[in-house]
């Protein structure tokens, strides 16, 4: 089965730890992959594809040195392979017109201000990554500890894919 | 999911389950078993491969229950390749001077002590004969069945001895077997109430009785379970049941064995609940259409009847039991109970249906329609209406009603080339007493269908409890009625571990319970069923059954 990937693009490290410390609850079954610029992000994106797995989540920094986090977003979404991604844009300080730009042609799912409540970027990245299984999953059971379990039994349900047998 | 490295490598498993089943299917075309048919030979191959193919998934159960049917067509239809030119050719019996009841038959007509009547080209029937002596060709035999210019077969090699081959369409016609289609309407209705979420306002109208307190919680969502899954698949109740579980243990602490209360009660429950009808859950097709093939209907209502008060009994035990083994410490929930029934008139009318049809399948013995036959109501007037959509009609289970057609598939071909008889005719289960024989028939229902599939449980068992009871092995007082019921329980009885059935896999999932749990109150539950089982199997079912 492949794995599916959550991406934190961010250039400031120690705030990378803080997001990956409050991501922990997830990473024992969606490993976290960490990435300081867009571009070493784009080398972790080919690699997981590379491996075969999947990135169901990238939570990205905005303002960074080399390309801005919304062009990445952009990028990704662009690309068959990152299209269905979830992606959030966690920043302090995009503009308005970064913002609009990153909603329109990134579709972005979520944007979190900083700074943030720990629980609360938990609580959007199991958000996210439910919608993402519901979206790109046949069996959703493997995901039910770690993710919105109300809503996937509810999804599995609507499915009526469920036999017995 | 990242803990890769514990799995047990797939590929092995697949390897294993495709060369078993291969070397199976080859076994019975290499080696010739005595008293056997040829067709026999044919079919064991089919059971074998089929079997392992069950066993072991190479690939998926349905498309083994599509193999065997295609195998069918293929090796043991009068139209196959095998069958479609084939034909007997007669010989006659010769008087033997000067003793009575003795005739020279040809040595080719004899084989294990047997000769076949000449009942026309394909048709032949088996007498057994003592042999006294062989010469010149012709073989001196014994028998009082036969008489002077009697046509006997000239060839006993010849594939058709023992087997009249039956035309491909009854091996495709299992497909529209009225068991399928009485699932096929189930499934419909069951579609059509999770489409305007009937299960779900249901289930608040049922559960509100019950109030805050988490015995009584538990008991509720117990039975509003059981209820529901006697008419919806046990998997989509489970399912269903678990949205309205996830929020009642989420206010208890992670540490709290309510939770596994929760998480248990659920999967057991619709498990046990898949008995109380016939519509329950697959293994009862194989069952009833089993039975039928030998003239023994069983009602929907009958079938209710024994069923509902054993699932009673066991959902009380199973309720006792997690009473004693995880003793709740909060004293009081909140339970979010709204419920907001659709009151289009579409939906309305689904609900009529939806209560006709349920109202003419419970009263089948007062009215005599079978319940095939109300299955069409709702097939028909659910899509009439546009209940359901093309869409809906898509999404429906499809592979369990192939899964279910390969198994009455295959037991036709077992029962009619005689393997069946063959499989058990090596024991003598005659000194064993009827209750012992529902003991061992239950427990080893019990324990197959842990590791397999309940359905193709079933389908490997009941062919042989048929063929013990038509070919008298059994004894007397052998009942088939009661003994195919009980395989059929026994099967839905196992609940053993994850694996076990697809309730269970989604207990599991949510990480309330730990494996060890659900061994400890699966192997109870188990046990005293099948114990149960036996004691109403002895007591109660015959009043009805027989």
Same mark, same amino acid.
């Given at each position: ?7 934190? *693009? ?7 730890? *803080? ?147 | ?108 007509? *004899? ?373 195919? *019921? ?61």
């Amino acid at each position: 089965m492949a794995d599916i990937f959550i991406l934190c *693009v961010e250039d400031e490290p120690e705030v990378l730890d *803080v997001i990956v410390r409050d991501l922990s609850a997830l990473e024992e079954f969606f490993p976290i992959e960490m990435a300081v610029s867009a571009e070493e992000a784009r080398e972790i994106i080919s690699e997981i594809e590379k491996q075969g797995d999947k990135i169901g989540l990238a939570i990205c920094d905005h303002v960074m040195p080399g390309d801005k986090g919304v062009d990445l977003m952009i990028e990704m979404q662009k690309t068959d392979f990152t299209r269905r991604t979830r992606k959030v844009l966690l920043t302090g300080q995009a503009g308005l017109d970064a913002t609009i730009e990153a909603v329109n042609h990134a579709r972005l799912n979520r944007y979190i201000a900083k700074p943030w409540e720990p629980s609360k970027l938990l609580e959007i990245a199991r958000d996210e990554l439910t919608a993402y299984v519901i979206e790109q999953e046949k069996n959703l059971l493997p995901y039910m500890e770690a993710l919105n379990a109300e809503k996937l039994q509810e999804e599995i349900r609507k499915r009526g894919s469920v036999s017995d047998y | 999911m990242r803990n890769k490295k514990n799995e047990f490598p797939a590929w092995i498993k697949t390897a294993v389950g495709l060369a078993l089943g291969l070397t199976g299917f080859l076994i019975p075309l290499l080696v010739h078993f005595d008293g056997l048919s040829f067709a026999g030979h044919l079919t064991l191959g089919i059971f074998l491969i089929a079997a392992s193919f069950w066993m072991l998934e190479p690939i998926p159960i349905y498309s083994t229950s599509m193999l065997v049917i295609f195998l069918q067509i293929v090796l043991l239809s009068s139209q196959g390749p095998l069958y479609n030119n084939a034909s007997l050719t007669p010989a006659t019996v010769q008087t033997v001077e000067g003793e009575a009841q003795q005739w020279l038959v040809p040595e080719s007509a *004899v084989r294990d002590g047997s000769v076949w009547l000449y009942q026309g080209t394909n048709r032949s029937e088996r007498v057994a004969v003592e042999i006294i002596a062989s010469a010149d060709g012709f073989t001196r035999v014994q028998s009082e069945t036969l008489g002077d210019g009697t046509s006997i077969v000239s060839d006993a090699g010849n594939r058709l001895v023992g087997y009249t081959p039956a035309n491909y369409t009854t091996f495709l016609g299992t497909l529209a077997n009225p068991i399928i289609i009485l699932f096929l309407g189930g499934f419909m209705l069951a579609a059509a109430a999770v489409k305007y979420n009937l299960d779900k306002n249901l289930t608040s109208v049922l559960l509100k009785p019950f109030g805050s307190k988490p015995m009584f919680i538990i008991l509720g969502l117990m039975l509003v379970t059981a209820v529901l899954s006697a008419f919806m698949s046990n998997t989509a109740t489970t399912a269903m049941m678990m949205t309205v579980a996830i929020p009642i243990a989420l206010q208890v602490s992670k540490e709290d064995k309510f939770r596994i209360m929760l998480a248990l009660s659920i999967p057991i429950a619709a498990n046990l609940g898949g008995m109380a009808t016939p519509i329950g859950t697959p293994p009862n097709a194989i069952v009833i259409s089993a039975l039928n093939q030998q003239g023994l209907g069983i009602a929907f209502g009958t079938w209710m009847m024994i069923a509902v008060p054993l699932v009673i009994v066991l959902l009380m035990v199973a309720w006792g039991l997690m009473r004693i083994l995880y003793p709740p410490t909060l004293t009081e929930f909140k339970l979010k109970l709204d419920s907001s029934f659709d009151r289009s008139i579409k939906a309305k009318f689904m609900y009529g249906v939806f209560a006709l049809t349920v109202l003419l399948w419970v009263t089948e013995a007062q009215h005599g329609i079978p319940s095939g036959m109300v299955a069409f109501l709702p097939v028909m007037a659910l899509t009439v209406s546009s209940v359901l959509e093309k869409e809906d009609i898509r999404n429906l289970p499809w592979e369990v009603l192939w899964l279910v057609a390969g198994g009455i598939s295959l037991g036709l071909s077992m029962e009619n080339t005689g393997l069946a008889v063959w499989l058990v005719s090596s024991i003598s289960w005659d000194v064993l007493p009827q209750i012992l024989l529902l003991l061992v028939f239950g427990f080893v229902a019990l324990m197959l269908s842990n590791f397999l599939s309940n359905t193709v449980t079933a389908t490997l068992l009941i062919p042989l409890a048929v063929s013990m009871a038509t070919s008298g092995i059994a004894g007397e007082g052998f009942s088939l009625v009661i003994s195919a *019921v009980m395989i059929g329980m026994a099967c839905n009885m196992a609940m053993l571990l994850p694996i076990s059935t697809p309730p269970n896999a989604i207990a599991m999932s949510t990480g309330y319970i730990k494996t060890g749990d659900m061994v400890k109150i699966g192997s109870i539950i188990g046990i005293l069923g099948l114990f149960i089982a036996l004691f109403f199997a002895v007591f109660f079912w015959p009043l009805f059954l027989l």
